[in-house]
């Protein structure tokens, strides 16, 4: 192949990928970087301005917590900055295994293993546990790791509607699989609901089906010391593998999958994007512990309490101001509200009109939400002060008054 050939097959993907951007940019969806200045908290530096931070997953607000800086600063000095190696080699070190440890007892589980994302262990558990001849069953709304991991599996996959048991149990009856697994975040996401946790236990018990709750956003916000979904429902015992990141209301990164001894073996031995990836840094390791700690212990308790209380004037203040929100089963405030615009261009135009107002509040968009439901998707903070939520309720009220969204 001589060298114009070359030019001209580079010029012909380049210019594809160019004319994908264009349709994108066209179709308002079309997505960048923006670089945030500082440290993670309840306001932070963006374009040379400090704006209330509505868009960050650091629900309890231990982000910027001294005693997890501090604990990651010792660990990267007494153990270095790189795992180095993949668990199986020589990456899994003492501060991996203390947190393992923590966590398996936090969860109710006998065991505990680590991963370098919540999307990894997803891949992880679910390619692991189910394969060909295999089916496994999919709340339509499970987050995108969930969905690429079905796909991956080569099981047969049945999507379920949202929280619909009926339709879940439908599926569950029909298909002749060597194994049947159903997985399902425990707080969505994208609309701050919970999972019908007894009722889909009831489900796997009755159809032998194992169960994957990706708890990520209710580790450390809900039930008996912030343990999550299945503690808030009294179902952890049900819960056959219970998987949650550490980047959120645990203020570090990474992510983990607490199980019996026997299931944390067979991931062990086959989780492939477990097995060929290098183990997060000792230094991560040991602030999720700290975290942990802060989780369990008094602090913990009255940051969830404080939460709590700033969701509900949330609620509240978006009633108030016209705005559409869902109710809360008792003693289960999610700091998370969507709220949802629809049409794409007027969600940016309220999320940019909310930046000019001192308010860091973005707009989610397909392919992250079904078309035809962007929205803006605040998150609150258990570190947001009264002052501050009321400020971007007058904020949000205006824009919308602005821009004519009803």
């Known amino acids: 192949m001589d060298k114009t050939s070359v030019d001209t097959t580079q010029k012909d993907w ?5 004319d994908e951007l264009r349709e994108l940019a066209e179709a308002n969806l079309r997505r960048g970087l923006r670089t945030v200045e500082g440290m993670q908290g309840p306001t932070m530096r963006y374009g040379g301005r400090t704006l209330i931070n509505l868009s960050s997953n650091n629900y309890l607000g231990l982000a910027n917590f001294p005693a997890i800086i501090e604990a990651s600063v010792e660990a990267a000095r007494a153990s270095g900055a790189s795992g180095a190696a993949s668990p199986l080699i020589s990456g899994h070190m003492a501060a991996h295994e203390e947190l393992a440890r923590a966590l398996a007892a936090f969860k109710r589980k006998d065991a505990a293993l680590l991963f370098g994302s919540g999307f990894l262990a997803n891949l992880s558990l679910i390619t692991a546990l189910v394969g060909e001849g295999d089916a496994v069953f999919s709340d339509a709304l499970n987050h995108a790791s969930i969905v690429d991991g079905c796909r991956l599996s080569r099981a047969c996959v049945h999507v379920y509607p949202h ?3 009926n339709r879940l149990e439908d599926a569950l009856k029909n298909p002749r699989a060597r194994r049947k697994l159903i997985v399902t975040d425990g707080v969505f996401s994208m609309d701050g609901d919970l999972a019908p946790l007894p009722g889909i236990c009831d489900l796997a018990d009755k159809y032998g089906a194992m169960l994957v709750v990706d708890d990520a956003h209710g580790t450390g916000v809900i039930g008996k010391g912030g343990r999550g979904s299945g503690a808030y429902f009294g179902v952890e015992d049900g819960v056959s ?3 949650g990141t550490l980047g959120k209301a ?3 990164y990474g992510a983990f999958a607490c199980a019996d001894s026997e299931v944390i073996d067979y991931l062990v031995n086959k989780a492939r994007p477990y097995i060929y990836s290098t183990s997060p840094p000792p230094a991560v390791a040991a602030a999720s512990r700290a975290a942990l700690r802060v989780v369990e212990g008094a602090e913990g308790e009255r940051r969830r309490e404080n939460l709590a209380d700033l969701c509900a004037r ?3 203040g978006l009633r108030y101001i016209g705005v559409r929100v869902s109710e809360q089963p008792p003693g289960a405030e999610i700091p998370i509200f969507p709220i949802i615009i629809k049409d794409t261009e007027k969600t940016l135009a309220l999320a940019e009109y909310l930046m000019e107002a001192g308010v860091y509040l973005l707009a989610i968009r397909p392919p ?7 929205r803006l998707r605040a998150t609150l903070m258990a570190t947001h002060t009264e002052a501050q939520i009321d400020r971007t309720l007058d904020a949000l009220e205006s824009g919308l008054k602005k821009l004519s969204i009803a």
């Open 250 to 252: 645990l203020a570090s």
């Open 368 to 374: 992250t939400v079904p078309e035809g439901t962007s």
């Open 163 to 165: 929280a619909n048991l």
């Open 241 to 243: 593998v219970s998987m």
């Open 314 to 316: 949330f609620r509240a």
């Open 14 to 18: 380049k210019a594809q990928l160019e």
